[in-house]
């Protein structure tokens, strides 16, 4: 394993997830942040990234790792503890057998996920709640946050992401994305160069979404001939310029009248020389 490569890396995403922790106040002072960690390769990461900034952190904050043990069938329980213990972090494992009630209410040939996740989301927020933790981390990155983009775009209409910073639907907390700023396949080599003893999430033998696999293999093709472009769509979801969409909701199309000035960002670029749209 090469040392200097893995630490090299270790501080590159370390960078990256507090620039993404500070861009959005996603810890404050004297905060509990309950760490979730299922076994995969970016909850693992962030838990690791998470204990070096609070190492350096001027900000005090403490954490607590939680994981859900579901009861799917072949879980290795023994796993996380084992691994959490020689990490001396401070630690909950809540068994919860939800893989009972998904098996009963989804429909056999039916893909189990969505309320798998739901119930693990519900139970993972009653956790933060018994053990008084003030933000609920979550290790999502910026290529699950592109993808759910284009998911909401396809499938709901919608243009929305998972956002880096929220209420939880039980109005109780706030869920945190410290992981927004790096990218899957880094997290995937560091994993790889830590040894993470990785649980898959498929020890239930259900299929993948299929349609997010669609898009992660759209957006890898786009990729394949301009790279960084999963970068570009990221930062565009940074820099929404509301009066150039069509949401009524978010502009007021209405009290636009012609004596406005418009700022830089608002101009009508449509018809100018090397303008995006100029130069299709
Ligand atoms: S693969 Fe299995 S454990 Fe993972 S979310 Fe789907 S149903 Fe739940």
Redesign the pocket.
């Known amino acids: 394993m090469n040392k200097p490569e893995e630490h090299r890396r270790r501080k590159r995403l370390r960078r990256k997830t507090g620039e993404a922790i500070s861009d959005y106040d996603m810890i404050q002072e004297g905060d509990r942040v309950m760490v979730c960690v299922s076994g995969g390769k970016d909850s693992y990461a962030m838990l690791d990234l998470l204990l070096d900034l609070k190492k350096i952190s001027p900000v005090r904050f403490d954490l607590v790792a939680v994981n859900l043990d ?1 009861k ?1 069938p072949g879980f290795p329980e023994d796993v996380l503890p084992g691994y959490l213990d020689k990490l001396g972090v401070e630690y909950l494992i809540v068994e919860k057998n939800t ?1 009972r009630i ?1 098996k009963e209410k989804v429909p056999d040939g039916k ?3 969505g ?3 739901r119930l ?1 989301r519900g139970t993972l927020y009653e956790t933060a709640q018994r053990i008084g933790a003030t933000k609920i981390a979550l290790g999502h990155h910026m290529d699950d946050l592109v993808e759910t983009l284009f998911l909401n775009m396809f499938h709901g209409s919608r243009l929305k992401t998972m956002p880096p910073k929220l209420v939880s639907d039980d109005k109780k907390n706030i869920v945190i994305r410290p992981l927004v700023y790096c990218r899957e396949r880094e997290l995937a080599t560091f994993a790889k160069q830590r040894d993470y003893p990785i649980i898959p ?8 979404n299929l349609e997010r696999v669609r898009i992660k293999k759209m957006l890898a093709e786009w990729e394949r001939d301009s790279p960084n472009r999963v970068v570009s769509v990221f930062k565009s979801m940074q820099r929404v310029t509301r009066s150039h969409m069509l949401d009524r909701d978010l502009y007021d199309f209405s009290a636009l009248r012609a004596e406005h000035a418009a700022c830089l960002d608002e101009r009508d670029g449509a018809f100018d020389r090397g303008s995006s749209i100029a130069a299709l």
């Open positions: 579901q799917q893989y998904v893909t189990m996920c309320l798998c996740s693990r999430c498929t020890l239930c033998g259900s299929q993948p």
